[in-house]
């Protein structure tokens, strides 16, 4: 079992930026996949970004050139940086692995952006 720990949320004016931190409790071996998802009240869980292995990244289109993330692999950390940040990014953030076909979700993060 992996848990996964999420940090770095918090409330910001439009404009400002936050960055997320989510580690795993252990090592993860073989081929993983780490992302960001978010889900604003009413609404659907969705993918914000995610990063292979292979440093591969997806992004979603509504926070394209604003968020951006990486990954630590000695550390089995992976981050998300958010720029220009908008009240439409308000969400509870969720830290995603898949790992050899188990998929482990973080508690989430709040991230409020007033205007």
């Known amino acids: 079992q992996v848990q996964l720990v999420e940090s770095g949320g918090g409330l910001v004016q439009a404009g400002g930026s936050l960055r997320l931190s989510c580690a795993t409790s252990?090592?993860?071996?073989?081929?993983?996949?780490m992302g960001w998802y978010r889900q604003a009240p009413g609404k659907q869980r969705e993918m914000v970004a995610t990063?292979?292995?292979?440093?591969?990244?997806n992004y979603a289109d509504s926070v394209k050139g604003r968020f951006t993330i990486s990954r630590d692999n000695a550390k089995n950390t992976v981050y998300l940086q958010m720029n220009s940040l908008k009240p439409e990014d308000t969400a509870v953030y969720y830290c995603k692995l898949v790992n050899r076909g188990s998929i482990y979700w973080g508690q989430g993060t709040q991230v409020t952006v007033s205007s």
């Open positions: 252990r090592s993860i071996f073989g081929p993983y996949v």
């Open positions: 990063s292979t292995i292979g440093d591969t990244t």
